[in-house]
């Protein structure tokens, strides 16, 4: 219990002082679409934005990738199929195609669903970073338009934690504690992975969850 209390605050410490980065974050993102690699582009989690996932961004731009955001996307407080149709309005609006996703927890389900309608098939594929496939108790202790639907069970979350052929281009990582996630984040027929890494946030900084989001990379499209 002690060890859960201290890796709940450790999460916590660590997300607090990158949102207190994020006031040093430029005020566009633009530069880190810039390069000659393959294309990535990240999803924030529900009131997370883009500069929240600096973390991820900085270390794959200084590889070569490009990375965009979804301006759009906000603060992540809008429906999990609005989010899904901005990601696919930027994808057609500057043409991308032989996409990565990179989505941290609500971040996944809107990647999923985007994958669901890739009419297109401009997404190769997408790796969720603590997602709620099957949504999260945790939910239900606060009750706001943009977390309800997170709730197990809710009418937009059945789809997204079901089997699908899409599931096969997913990497799942889960974590061997997560405070936000206590159901876990397996997905099936995705590659699924359990990381020791402990807490909702911190995995985004992690050497780990970087170095899987390079394999999926650097995998043959």
Known sequence: ????????????????????????????????????????????????????????????????????VVAALGHNRSPIADGAVMVLDL??????????????????????????????????????ICTPFHGSSRARLLPLPSVTPLVPGHPSLVALGDPDPVNAR????????????????????ARNLVLDVPGHFRPLGHPSVLAEVLAVLEATP
């Open 91 to 128: 994808l057609a609006a500057r043409d991308l195609r032989d996409v990565v996703l990179v989505g941290h927890s609500k971040g996944g389900l809107i990647g999923k669903l985007a994958m669901l309608h890739d009419a297109d098939g401009r997404i190769s594929s997408l790796v969720t």
């Open 1 to 68: 219990m002690l060890r859960m209390a201290m890796w709940w605050a450790l999460d916590y410490l660590w997300a607090a002082l990158v949102w207190a980065s994020t006031l040093f974050a430029p005020p566009t993102p633009d530069h880190y679409a810039e390069g000659s690699g393959r294309t990535v582009v990240v999803l924030p989690g529900v009131y997370e934005n883009w500069a929240f996932l600096r973390p991820l961004i900085v270390p794959l731009h200084r590889r070569g990738y490009r990375v965009h």
């Open 170 to 189: 997913i990497t799942s990582l889960g974590t061997t504690f997560d405070e936000h996630v206590p159901e876990g984040s397996e997905l099936p027929g």
